[in-house]
């Protein structure tokens, strides 16, 4: 089984729409992140977790939200979807210093 | 601002040769260094890492270079296949202990047989 796993994989919604995309791991590790990619932009950071109690907005936050629910769940929602948050979603996890474990990614397409 | 960026953004080459990815960077207070692989559909995948405190690091068919004198990462894949044809990113821990993670455009890697 994946180490990193994210739902749905792919989603179409219509803008306006409130949407969850989620991640779990299975690696035990602290930090978790959720990136956001475009092309010819690279991958972009929304938000980040330290620890369960510990929320960081990165440098693309507005629009998106998220929640911790457990070491091993991480939820990035956007509460009204619009066009230019198409995109591919990553879910990432380390243990501190070091590498990031990246999920397999979600693509979403608002329409 | 400070940024992670590439010199190609594109490159081709045969089976068997050796390739080379260049990425710039300007943060000088940055300490870590990633390389990532990126499959069509996939999620990005470790390669190798280097810390500040080295030059060079050697893994499976991978060699990461650090000029800390001209701010610059070099990605080297020996006797390149098929498979390493990939989208390949660079990316600097400019977060210091936060180990935030600022990565570069990416470079499409195509290797032909």
């Known amino acids: 089984d994946a180490d990193v796993t994210q739902t749905p994989r792919n989603r179409i919604t219509k803008t306006g729409k409130r949407i969850m995309l989620e991640c779990s791991q299975t690696?035990?590790?602290?930090?978790m992140y959720w990136y956001r990619q475009d092309p010819g932009l690279g991958l972009r950071l929304i938000y980040y977790s330290f620890d369960v109690k510990d929320i960081n907005k990165g440098e693309i936050s507005d629009g998106y939200s998220v929640s911790r629910q457990a070491q091993a769940k991480f939820s990035l929602s956007l509460e009204s979807a619009i066009p230019n948050q198409t995109a591919l979603y990553f879910c990432?996890?380390?243990?501190?210093?070091?590498?990031?474990?990246f999920g397999p990614g979600t693509r979403l397409t608002v329409t | 601002g400070e940024s992670v960026g590439l010199h190609l953004p594109t490159l081709s080459v045969q089976e068997g040769d050796n390739s080379i990815i260049n990425c710039a960077y300007s943060n000088s207070a940055s300490d870590y260094f990633i390389w990532y692989k990126q499959e069509s559909g996939k999620g990005p995948q470790f390669i190798i890492d280097?810390?500040?405190?080295?030059d060079k690091r050697q893994g499976q068919r991978v060699t990461v270079l650090l000029n800390k004198t001209v701010k610059h990462l070099s990605l080297q894949i020996a006797a390149t296949q098929p498979g390493d044809s990939a989208v390949y990113f660079c990316a600097e821990n400019s977060g210091g202990s936060n180990y935030k993670l600022t990565f570069g455009k990416g470079t499409l890697l195509t290797v032909n047989p």
């Open positions: 690696k035990g590790h602290d930090r």
């Open positions: 280097i810390r500040s405190n080295m």
């Open positions: 990432a996890t380390s243990a501190g210093e070091g590498e990031q474990y």
